[in-house]
């Protein structure tokens, strides 16, 4: 089994940064990468934000382009997301995933869920 817990959510003003954590355990993930999504209230699911395994590439949402960065800490088997110039847009659940396909914008191709955690971001 595969374990993904987040961490760092919070409330914070317009303008202002907050970290997101994802910690993985358990056995090795497969797939291609990871990746995180986000859930605003009555809307769908989205794509945020995704780290290949290999090499490294990273894919960004064209929201948060610019604004956010993903990494990676192999040693700790955690992985990041560092949100800076926070809109009031950006308030959801942020959920991290891991082994994704090719695609890794693509939340289907994912087999492993974090709890998600609450980014509030007030105006």
């Known amino acids: 089994q595969v374990q993904l817990v987040e961490s760092g959510g919070g409330l914070v003003q317009a303008g202002g940064s907050l970290r997101l954590s994802c910690a993985t355990s358990?056995?090795?993930?497969?797939?291609?990468?990871m990746g995180w999504f986000r859930q605003a209230p009555g809307k769908e699911r989205e794509f945020v934000a995704a780290i290949a395994w290999s090499g490294g590439s990273t894919y960004y949402a064209d929201s948060v382009k610019g604004r956010f960065t993903i990494s990676k800490d192999y040693a700790k088997n955690t992985f990041y997301l560092q949100m800076n110039s926070l809109k009031s847009e950006d308030t959801a659940v942020y959920y991290c995933a891991a082994g994704g396909g090719l695609r890794l914008e693509n939340s289907a191709a994912y087999g492993y869920w974090g709890q998600g955690t609450q980014v509030t971001v007030s105006s």
């Open positions: 358990g056995r090795t993930v497969g797939g291609y990468g």
